[in-house]
């Protein structure tokens, strides 16, 4: 018998969801667990390939103050779906945080984010985009209180962040090396 969830109790339901799940292993063995219900996210990577740059955003992160960290990190533009396609999504959330409207996008993987605490699945997207696709300012106060700032940064120099260890954000980590892989000469000295 393959392992499976016995019960759920759910032990806060806001803005995140908490469960509780106990989990029968396939030789019987049951373990209590703890689950972040989290659902289905979207991240996207918007660059612009003619001025070799990426748009990337940075908000107030209450885990990363929590962890003694600093108050935000540079990211690629994310959140959750809202019944909706990965895509739109997407879209949707490139739009609102930084102003951009995208066009065509390039898959890159749909992955667990945090396999061992959350159920969270997010797929990543790369999408190229022009000083014509602005549509607004992005960033400002969101509907859910968040103040999001929008950076436009050289892709040579988040390269080279990343090779620093100083771009920390896993997903966008992941999205600046997709781009790096698949389009090596927007990284090459002009």
Known sequence: MPAQIGGVRVVHDGWARFLV???IQADGTRLSREVEDHGRAVCVLPYDPERRVATLVSQVRAALLYAGGPESILEAPAGLLEDEAPEEGAR???EEEAGLRLGPFDPVASAWTMPGISTER????????????LVSQGGGLKS??????????PLSELASMA????LTDMKTLVLL????????ELFAKQ
């Open 163 to 166: 090779a620093r260890g100083v």
């Open 92 to 94: 949707r959330e490139t």
């Open 21 to 23: 799940a106990e989990v």
């Open 144 to 153: 859910d209180g968040e103040t999001v700032t929008v950076h436009e940064l």
């Open 122 to 133: 997010m797929d990543l997207f790369l999408a190229s985009y022009s000083r014509a696709d």
């Open 177 to 184: 090396f997709a781009l790096q892989l698949r389009r090596p």
